[in-house]
């Protein structure tokens, strides 16, 4: 039986992933660590990339909204350690390689081959991921630098 990833993945699929599924090319992508899940307003990001490629490609599905196009990277469980590092939700996007990416875009499948894809986990050995500054996520923060890739480098302390 599917667990509720996958549950929402399936409803998601019945509605637009039949007919419009995509792939989204990135370089990396950031996720939030949250220390304290307790305390959301204090998180951690991390960056994470492929450690031996150029770039990922995430299943995604696309529609029209109010005149824009729009898509959404779906999601499945967390990998052991981007369940770690994604520790609210324990979810990471669906990252398709191979046959798999090419896969995805056939036209005409049906929802269990669909489901089949979303089956593959990415091997974690083949992922970098570290800590980058924090505030990716704020609005206040102007991140939009090559900097924000940067590993963090944590805070000196003074000796007593």
Not at 32 to 60: Q, R, V
Not at 82 to 90: T, V
Request: some cysteine.
């Amino acid at each position: 039986m599917p667990d509720c990833s996958q549950w929402s993945l399936l409803l998601t699929c019945r509605k637009y992933a039949n007919h419009n599924r995509c792939l989204v090319l990135c370089t990396g992508f950031f996720e939030p660590h949250y220390p304290d899940l307790n305390n959301k307003k204090n998180y951690e990001s991390w960056y994470i990339k492929p450690l031996e490629k150029k770039f990922f490609a995430m299943g995604g599905i696309y529609s029209t909204w109010k005149g824009m196009n729009t898509f959404a990277i779906v999601t499945q469980d967390a990998s052991p350690l981007l369940g770690a590092i994604h520790n609210d939700g324990k979810r990471q996007p669906l990252i398709l390689k191979g046959d798999a990416a090419l896969s995805w875009m056939i036209p005409g499948l049906n929802e269990n081959e669909i489901m089949d894809l979303t089956y593959f986990q990415y091997p974690d050995d083949k992922l970098s991921a570290y800590r980058v500054i924090d505030g990716v996520y704020s609005n206040q923060i102007d991140t939009n630098l090559p900097q924000v890739l940067d590993p963090y480098r944590y805070p000196l302390k003074k000796a007593a």
